[in-house]
């Protein structure tokens, strides 16, 4: 993948996306970056990767995306702050639209990560904190730009995510718990004990108006979704492997 040169069109579409992920952004988060790959992300998902009547919107929001990439490798909030939350992002959406480990691009990121693994096996921010979001985050953007999930770097990371699930199946809130099922199903640990449990709470702790306490929908209904697809509904998988039932649903 390298970075397009078509020209835009009809971009008012992505950026009420954007508006929209901006508005429903933690006060923590950082914006610009994360926002477009978000976006990229939840388009990727509905199917709308190079259709003809948006080609040229996405076009543009991946030479953005791609424009952002710092000299270190990594992405971040600014020029001269990469983190591994951001650049894993910024994988997992450049990895829908084609970028590959082997490509300059993703392969200056992995060094970025790599070098900044903590010695634990987890990613965490600058200041030592958000181990979980940042290291499903890297484990989702390993996974899409084909990097190998068996790799002592993958496994280390998972294995953090499962050290730090709390007895009740969580990782704190709703968000954090569905952030770190995309991880793990991104490690492949789909059908681990972790894995369904934290499913099963996210399952048990919906409110009847389809949010989460704290407000969260968008992503723990992805994360259930993206996990019973993975396990298969109670039966098979879709690769024919006999499957652990998942969660109930009310």
Not at 21 to 41: K, Y
Not at 56 to 69: G, K, P, S
Not at 215 to 243: E, F, I, Q
């Amino acid at each position: 993948m390298t970075r397009t040169q078509l020209a835009p069109r009809d971009f008012d579409f992505y950026e009420e996306a954007r508006a929209v992920v901006a508005r429903g952004r933690a006060p923590f988060a950082p914006s610009g970056t994360d926002d477009d790959a978000r976006v990229l992300v939840a388009l990727a998902d509905a199917g709308l990767l190079l259709r003809s009547a948006h080609a040229a919107t996405m076009h543009r929001a991946l030479n953005r995306l791609y424009d952002a990439q710092n000299r270190d490798g990594g992405w971040g909030p600014n020029p001269s702050a990469s983190c591994p939350e951001l650049t894993g992002r910024a994988l997992d959406a450049l990895g829908r639209f084609g970028l590959c480990s082997k490509q300059a691009v993703a392969a200056r990121a992995l060094a970025f990560l790599l070098a900044n693994q903590d010695d634990d096996g987890g990613w965490r921010d600058a200041r030592g904190a958000r181990p979980v979001a940042c290291s499903a985050a890297v484990l989702a953007g390993l996974l899409a730009v084909g990097y190998d999930i068996t790799s002592p770097a993958a496994r280390r990371a998972a294995r953090v995510l499962k050290e730090l699930q709390l007895a009740d199946g969580s990782w704190g809130a709703a968000q954090e718990t569905a952030e770190a099922l995309v991880g793990l199903l991104a490690a492949g640990d789909a059908d681990s004990a972790e894995a369904r449990a934290g499913a099963e709470f996210l399952v048990a702790t919906q409110r009847e108006n389809g949010t989460w306490p704290g407000g969260a929908r968008a992503l723990p209904v992805a994360a259930l979704a993206k996990y019973l697809a993975a396990v298969g509904a109670p039966g098979t998988r879709a690769d024919g492997a006999h499957a652990p039932r998942g969660p109930k649903f009310a």
